[in-house]
């Protein structure tokens, strides 16, 4: 076995920490003598047809398949995940799993599927790559009611069920209800031609095919049909099947590929704020290179928090700088210096809050005080925007469609005539500006006689941060929920997914980030005024959304630098009038530019449909088509 560092890759069969639920077995009742399925099969004996098959690769010797299933009356979707491991090549192998490695001394605790991986992991430095729920416990205690074998140690000796075990050579079997553990070592043991012992045994839940028939076998009750089952293949194969489950085989963990790529990706991103770095310190810094970039970095940032919303959990928010402004003037509030606030509140008595928290910690700390400072304002930024989504969310999130937008936009409206109210003013200045407080520049580091500029870099930096864990957000199990409500609510819905909690969670934590975004922007413009925040900068940022894709936060970013390019650099030229000898270049006048660049917007979605990235992200690898590995298959023969 390899160290995990050299990304060794083993699958995990994890003992259950929830009761599954049960759901007929018809839906799913393959015949073991049928051909391959693919697009179009139909299911032998029920009303089932395959509407989509895709095969994924997840690791030397793991492999996964989605099944989606439908009836002829087109309105009974299933999904079904199928990992097919094979342990003979001794790259994978199955392991049982609990929510700890020595229960009779830690006691039975119940744990989720993925908290049993991450305590597989740590103790063995394994990278567990799928796992599915395998055996049922007592609700009252969590010990499990069936055979439970982590490496070797029998930690519970008795069960009525059908059972998997993993053997001391590599081999997997199945094995029936009533057979004892010492039955089993014996029955494999004559079947290999030599002496094995079981490493990992757990319950199987339900044997439904044995010796090449379909059965039930469940203390002989027909009516326990499961969304999880396990099974052995003629060629020793390993099956881990799992059905309308909130939690597919790979969302325990990251394969080795999806790593790799993610470390290509990190590179990249190290690659390119060193270069944002050495261009800011050679090149003029007052160049609109400059602009572009950070006000494109901060477009990025909040592009990619409304893709989350309406791309991944598809709710039509349109209130996103509503919390941009919350976010903007929490900051600002928080940072501006205690010596500067009488003469920016001059129109309030007492005006300001008499203090600064960057000031506060840049005394003691200095300039790590002044980054800490920064970065708690900008989170704070980002709770106040939660707390006015969270209550904003109650009533609206009700809504859908339309009437959706049209709320969470009049909350927006609401929030900016709310700003400038006089009542207000002592706190948020009026309608008057708020300015002085930290904002980029002040990141630039005097080094002797030398400025190290760093204004440019700094947005990048706090935009990646947040980004990455949008990303990761996405690809755990709550962003494999919001992609199903997205899909279809009624499916979501009739999986487990609780439609109103994790509506609520995208919303919040899509508000959080625009408010950190809105924080941002304030550093950006190193001054903050309630008119900055129009309904028209919700359509750009919805704009920039569409064109960069929606469902994929990799074309939000493209898009976002594309679009503040295009807007303020690259087309300004098509504002000012050009004489050529004498003569004037017609149309090249002030307010020609937009005109030219509504028409590249226009040409945008007439010849990208999907938006520049689609649904797809960069980096990520295209799953293999039922055709084509039938096709290679066919070759490989």
Known sequence: MQHRKRTKVTAALLALCMLVSLLPVTAFGLDPQSVELGKGSTIDGTGYHVTSVKNYSIAPDISERVIITNNDAGNSQTVANVMEVNTSGGRAKIVAGYGNRNPKEQGWTLKTTTDQAHVYEKESGLNVVGGVNASWFNINTGEPSGYLVMNGVVHHDSSSRAFIAAFDDGSVNVFREGTTLAQAEADQSAKQGKTVKILEAVDALVAMVWDGKVVITESGNSGYYPRTCVGIKADGTVVLFQADGTMAPRSVGYTAAEEARMMVALGCVAALLVLVIVLEN???????????????????????????????????????????????????????????????????????????????????????????????????????????????????????????????????????????????????????????????????????????????????????????????????????????????????????????????????????????????????????????FKSSMTYEILLIVVIGGIGSVSGSIIASFLFIASSEWLLRFLDNETWIGGFRVPLLRSGFRMVVFSIIIMAVGLFFRKGIMGDRELFQKKPASTAKTAKKEAHSK
């Open 282 to 532: 050679t090149m003029q810094p007052t160049s609109m290179l400059f602009t572009v970039l950070k006000k494109g970095a901060v477009y990025a940032l909040v592009a990619a928090s409304l893709n989350l919303l309406n791309g991944f959990t598809g709710l039509f928010s349109l209130g996103q700088a509503g919390f941009m402004l919350l976010g903007a003037y929490t900051y600002a509030i928080l940072t501006i210096p205690a010596a500067s606030q009488k003469s920016i509140y001059q129109r309030y008595a007492n005006g300001g809050i008499g203090f600064s928290i960057p000031e506060l910690l840049s005394k003691p700390l200095g300039g790590f005080g002044l980054l800490l400072g920064v970065v708690f304002c900008l989170i704070l930024a980002g709770f106040i925007a939660v707390l006015f989504a969270f209550l904003i969310g109650l009533p609206v999130l009700k809504l859908k469609s339309d009437y959706l937008a049209i709320a969470t936009l009049g909350f927006a409206e609401i929030i900016r005539a709310a700003v400038v109210y006089e009542g207000f003013g002592p706190l948020t200045n009026g309608s008057n500006l708020l300015y002085g407080f930290t904002s980029f520049a002040s990141f630039n580091l005097s080094l002797g006689g030398t400025t190290l500029h760093l204004e440019t870099v700094m947005p990048f930096l706090f935009s990646g941060i947040c980004i990455a864990i949008i990303l990761l957000l996405i690809n755990s199990t709550y962003g494999r929920a919001f992609k199903a409500i997205r899909d279809d609510e009624i499916a979501a819905e009739a999986m487990g997914i609780n439609l109103a909690s994790h509506k609520r969670m995208s919303f919040i934590i899509s508000s959080f980030f625009a408010g950190i975004s809105g924080a941002m922007l304030a550093m950006y413009q190193a001054s903050v005024q309630a008119t900055t």
